[in-house]
């Protein structure tokens, strides 16, 4: 079982995130077979150094970097980068949060014992807030039946966990440009066609958020975001009608509140494994 990282880098990035993000890939108890870095438009310069020196550090791992003119979004540069993945499995990997040092190791465990069975499989993360002791963690379902259910009320998988074969995203269409929702447009679709799924009982990674994060997730465009996925599920029968009103009244209205509202109900709702 090959496995290549894909992972896609921004201007906007911070430089210390993208460090650490970087090193828990390279540290892995088992080493990973590629490693495919997407540039999404042009970098900083402090962030196009930390990504040399990443690669002039790590002769023994195979790395891969895309440079795309412009920024495209990160949709369109991860299938952009699927292109260049030399091997069955993708292990996607965000540019600020950290592997744990086994995860290559648990998916891999999980998914031979599995015998292969499923397209894709993901597992638990735990989320942290920087200089917070703090944490918290998002647990998925793990059967494909029962995220199939979960499906009705949130995405069910945790996208920075997933490991997937190659050609089953791209059967199903691959990343399409749906800004906040790739990858829960991508498993609706892929549930949709009759795609398998599988999460492991485990927290494979630690996923960095803060106050920019609840920012990004508020506001009109993400109310319209919101609804365009809404009314995509409800339209592929993959909700009712009773689902899509609930979804949009819970849903769409947290995107317009003040943050500190959105926090509130974000803590309240990871108890609940509603968002």
Same mark, same amino acid.
């Given at each position: 079982?090959?496995? &290549?990282?894909?992972?896609?880098?921004?201007?906007?990035?911070?430089?210390?995130?993208?460090?650490?993000?970087?090193? &828990?890939?390279?540290?892995?108890?088992?080493?990973?077979?590629?490693?495919?870095?997407?540039?999404?438009?042009?970098?900083?310069?402090?962030? *196009?150094?930390?990504?040399?020196?990443?690669?002039?550090? !790590?002769?023994?791992?195979?790395?891969? =970097?895309?440079?795309?003119?412009?920024?495209? $979004?990160?949709?369109?540069?991860?299938?952009?980068?699927?292109?260049? +993945?030399?091997?069955?499995?993708?292990?996607?990997?965000?540019?600020?949060?950290?592997?744990?040092?086994?995860?290559?190791?648990?998916?891999?465990? $999980?998914?031979?014992? *599995?015998?292969?069975?499923? *397209?894709?499989?993901?597992? #638990?993360?735990?989320?942290?807030?920087?200089?917070?002791?703090?944490?918290?963690?998002?647990?998925?379902?793990?059967? #494909?039946?029962?995220?199939?259910?979960?499906?009705?009320?949130?995405?069910?998988?945790?996208?920075?966990?997933? +490991?997937?074969?190659?050609?089953?995203?791209?059967?199903?269409?691959?990343?399409?440009?749906?800004? &906040?929702?790739?990858?829960?447009?991508?498993?609706?679709?892929?549930?949709?066609? $009759?795609?398998?799924?599988?999460?492991?009982?485990?927290?494979?990674?630690?996923?960095?958020?803060?106050?920019?994060?609840?920012?990004?997730?508020?506001?009109?465009?993400?109310?319209?975001?919101?609804?365009?996925?809404?009314?995509?599920?409800?339209?592929?029968?993959? =909700?009712?009608?009773? *689902?899509? !009103?609930?979804? !949009?009244?819970?849903? !769409?209205?947290?995107?317009?509140?003040?943050?500190?509202?959105?926090?509130?109900?974000?803590?309240?709702?990871?108890?609940?494994?509603?968002?």
């Amino acid at each position: 079982m090959k496995i &290549s990282v894909l992972m896609s880098v921004y201007e906007k990035e911070k430089a210390e995130y993208l460090i650490e993000a970087l090193n &828990s890939i390279k540290n892995q108890s088992v080493k990973v077979d590629e490693f495919i870095i997407v540039k999404d438009g042009l970098l900083t310069l402090e962030l *196009d150094d930390v990504l040399s020196e990443f690669e002039e550090n !790590c002769r023994d791992l195979k790395i891969v =970097t895309v440079q795309l003119k412009t920024n495209i $979004g990160l949709g369109l540069a991860l299938n952009e980068g699927l292109k260049f +993945c030399n091997y069955e499995w993708i292990m996607r990997m965000d540019s600020d949060d950290i592997s744990r040092i086994n995860r290559v190791e648990i998916m891999k465990r $999980g998914v031979l014992k *599995d015998n292969f069975n499923h *397209d894709v499989y993901g597992s #638990h993360y735990e989320e942290f807030f920087d200089n917070s002791k703090n944490r918290q963690t998002r647990k998925v379902k793990l059967l #494909h039946d029962d995220i199939l259910l979960d499906l009705r009320k949130k995405n069910p998988m945790n996208h920075v966990t997933i +490991c997937a074969k190659k050609q089953s995203i791209i059967d199903a269409g691959g990343y399409k440009d749906f800004k &906040s929702f790739e990858d829960y447009f991508l498993w609706a679709r892929m549930l949709k066609y $009759g795609f398998k799924f599988m999460n492991i009982d485990d927290i494979t990674v630690d996923v960095r958020i803060g106050d920019l994060m609840f920012e990004k997730r508020r506001g009109w465009f993400y109310f319209k975001q919101e609804f365009l996925m809404q009314r995509y599920l409800f339209k592929s029968k993959l =909700t009712s009608l009773f *689902d899509f !009103c609930i979804n !949009c009244s819970i849903r !769409c209205s947290v995107r317009l509140m003040p943050i500190f509202l959105i926090k509130i109900i974000y803590n309240i709702s990871r108890k609940l494994r509603y968002l």
